[in-house]
Structures are given as C-alpha cells and as structure tokens.
C-alpha cells in the first residue's frame, strides 16, 4: 500500500524504469552491455532534456498551452550564435542571442494573454514570423559555429562524459528549485491547476504566463547554441525533430498535459526514454516510415493517456 502511494506520487519512476529496460534491450539486440552506449544516448537526450523543461514550464501554467515556436526558435538561436558569437565574442555573443530568444518569448505570452489567441495557435504563428527572420539570416551565412562552441559539444568530455551532460543536469536543478521553492513557481502551478482562482488569490497570471514562455524560448535558443556545435553547423529545421518530443518527455514523467502539475525528474527520464526508443528503433532497421509511425503512434497513446477526466 505504502508503495503504491509512494508510485502514485512519483510517477517519474516509470520512465526510469522505462529507460533501463530500453537499454537492456538494445544492449541485447547488440549483443555488448555498454556504459559508453547509455552515455552517448544520455548526451543525446540532454538536448531534449533542455527542450523539454522550457516546454514543461509552459504545459503547467495551464489552459492548454503548449510552446509550438520552439522548432524554429532552436534554429534561429543556432544562426544568431553563429552570427554574433564572431562579433561581439563568446559570453556576450550567447547572452544577446538569449536575449532575442526571449523576445520571442515576451512575443508569444503577450499575444496570448493581451490577445486573447489560444497559445497553440499564438505560437504557432509567431513561429512562422521566427522562421522568416531564420531564413533571411541563413541567406546571408552559413551558420558555422565557433571553434570554442564546437570543441565544446564534440570533443571536450569531463570524467568520460560530454559537457552537455553536465549542462542538463544543472538546468534541471535550477528549474526543480524555481519551480518547487520559488513563488514564481507556486505561483505558475496554481495558475494551471485554476486561473479564476488563482486570480482571484492575487496572482498576476500575464506576468507568469509571459515568464514562462520566455523560459521556454530561452531555453530553445540555448539548446540551438548547443546543437549548431554539435552538428558542425546550424540548418533550417534543426529544431523539428524536438517538438512532439519535447512535449512528450514531460508528459512521460508525470507532468499533466493540463496545467497545475509538473515533474523535473519524470521530464529528464521522460527525455532518455524516448531518446532510447528512438535509438532502438535505428537498430531495428525498419525503413523510416514505419520508425515514423510507431514513434507517433507512441506519442499519441501517451497524449491521449494524459488527458484527465472530466470531474464534477
């Protein structure tokens, strides 16, 4: 019984569980139990991690939002780095890159609370003004990064272990401590679990609702940083494969697809999960149509699995 609570609390749990399974798996149809193996897909899923915490953010202020921009805002932050990392130098290069990014955040929650447009459709549409500005800055470069950046992502390793690791883990620590033991972050889940309440109690719910999405587009734009280095160069739709995946890793883990509830550990396993699935299915050598199709059609069971039932 006291197990049984203690699951129901910790839904993340099964996603951990999920993962090792997913491992055993794949070290099966390999046929080598590989450290090296975990870690190269733990550095893979790092990007996701990042991805998904900025979308975790956004799925638990409520009302259905959900970031759609963040496919094209990954690459506008690859393009931008590149760009203005050769300009202005490395930190200050990467803090006006994030700085844009957040504009694009500032973007998506003033549309959706002052405008009152669904935030699906808000980000969506501010997504396709992002792509624009994406295409005209790769019509004018080639979106290289820097030598620091892409020693950074390729090369460099600490213990064994890519830096991004490290990167993902302390990003997911500083979203468990805002969201967990900030107001911001008490705040942000009442705001999803009830608007009308939480208004009523004094939050100011344009403000969250617009910090959270600059979070998510901060975290987008940095995420695109990374992956412009790790790829040896930014690409238009660098950030498409992330999108249904960066709401699915959250959801996986026991953040509700509705708002007021969220779960840093379950996105992080929720991340690698889905980042082995993904690598087994390769193993498989089943064309891509039909890598396509089960990975979607995972998604789905776990979205529609999501959805609570309606209460009185």
């Not at 090792?20 to 390999?30: A, G, P, Q, Y």
């Not at 624009?132 to 620091?148: D, F, H, N, R, Y």
């Not at 690791?165 to 999803?192: E, P, S």
């Not at 208004?199 to 695109?224: K, L, M």
């Amino acid at each position: 019984m006291i197990a049984k609570r203690w699951i129901s609390k910790n839904v993340w749990i099964w996603s951990v569980i999920g993962s090792l399974v997913m491992w055993m798996v794949i070290s099966f149809i390999t046929g080598n139990f590989s450290i090296n193996m975990l870690l190269a897909n733990a550095t893979l899923a790092s990007f996701l991690v990042l991805l998904s915490l900025g979308q975790m953010t956004v799925i638990t202020s409520g009302n259905g939002a959900i970031d759609l921009s963040i496919q094209y805002t990954v690459a506008l932050g690859a393009y931008a780095s590149s760009v203005l990392m050769v300009s202005f130098g490395l930190v200050a290069g990467l803090a006006v890159t994030l700085l844009i990014c957040a504009i694009v955040g500032v973007l998506n929650g003033v549309v959706n609370m002052y405008l009152k447009v669904p935030a699906m459709i808000t980000t969506l549409a501010v997504g396709f003004i992002v792509f624009a500005a994406v295409l005209m800055i790769s019509s004018k470069t080639t979106g290289m990064p820097v030598k620091e950046v892409e020693y950074f992502t390729q090369k460099l390793r600490i213990f064994g272990i890519s830096p991004i690791v490290f990167i993902a883990v302390i990003a997911a620590v500083i979203m468990a401590f805002i969201l967990y033991k900030t107001k911001y972050g008490k705040r942000v889940h009442a705001l999803g679990q009830n608007k009308t309440a939480a208004e009523y109690a004094g939050i100011h719910a344009v403000r969250i609702v617009i910090v959270s999405f600059v979070i998510s587009s901060v975290f987008a734009g940095f995420t695109g940083t990374l992956l412009g280095g790790y790829f040896g160069g930014a690409f238009q739709d660098m950030g498409l494969s992330y999108l249904l995946t960066s709401v699915a890793a959250p959801v996986i883990g026991g953040t509700s697809i509705a708002g007021g509830k969220s779960s840093v550990a379950g996105t992080v396993s929720g991340a690698l999960l889905l980042t082995l699935i993904v690598a087994c299915l390769n193993l498989t050598r089943l064309p891509m149509s039909y890598q396509n199709l089960i990975q979607g059609g995972l998604l789905m069971v776990i979205l529609i699995a999501s959805v609570p039932k309606k209460s009185k």
